[in-house]
């Protein structure tokens, strides 16, 4: 199994910047990709960012320029830089996972966290 732990999520300005965390743990063989979606009131899980070990990185049009995704593979750590943000950007922000840990039957598996919320203020 793989635990997934965010940090970093609040009530912020429009204008402001948030950083939130994701710590992955647990009986880990590999992780493929690392990332965020988030998901606002009434509305479906949208992809925010993601990150695939040393092939790519993917961003939302509407936080392209604003957010920035980064990983530190060594510790299964996955950041979202979020700035300039807007009343829009509220939301709860799950971290996201796919890799192979142990109890998983396939080569991969997708793994989630709890989700921190993300509440900006106009």
């Given at each position: 199994?793989?635990?997934?732990?965010?940090?970093?999520?609040?009530?912020?300005?429009?204008g402001?910047?948030?950083?939130?965390?994701?710590?992955?743990?647990?009986?880990?063989?590999?992780?493929n990709t690392?990332?965020?979606?988030?998901?606002a009131?009434?509305k479906?899980?949208?992809l925010?960012?993601?990150?695939s070990?040393?092939?790519?990185?993917?961003?939302?049009?509407?936080?392209?320029?604003?957010?920035?995704?980064?990983?530190d593979?060594?510790?299964?750590?996955?950041?979202?830089?979020?700035?300039?943000?807007?009343?829009?950007?509220?939301?709860?922000?799950?971290?996201?996972?796919?890799?192979?840990?142990?109890?998983c039957?396939?080569?991969?598996?997708?793994?989630?966290?709890?989700?921190?919320?993300v509440?900006?203020?106009?």
């Amino acid at each position: 199994q793989v635990q997934l732990v965010e940090s970093g999520g609040g009530l912020v300005q429009a204008g402001g910047s948030l950083r939130l965390s994701c710590a992955a743990s647990g009986s880990i063989f590999s992780i493929n990709t690392m990332g965020w979606y988030r998901q606002a009131p009434g509305k479906q899980r949208e992809l925010v960012a993601t990150e695939s070990t040393g092939v790519r990185t993917d961003y939302a049009d509407s936080v392209k320029g604003r957010f920035t995704i980064s990983r530190d593979n060594a510790k299964n750590t996955v950041y979202l830089q979020l700035n300039s943000l807007s009343p829009e950007d509220t939301a709860v922000y799950y971290c996201f996972a796919q890799g192979w840990a142990r109890g998983c039957p396939r080569p991969s598996c997708d793994y989630w966290g709890q989700g921190t919320q993300v509440t900006v203020s106009s």
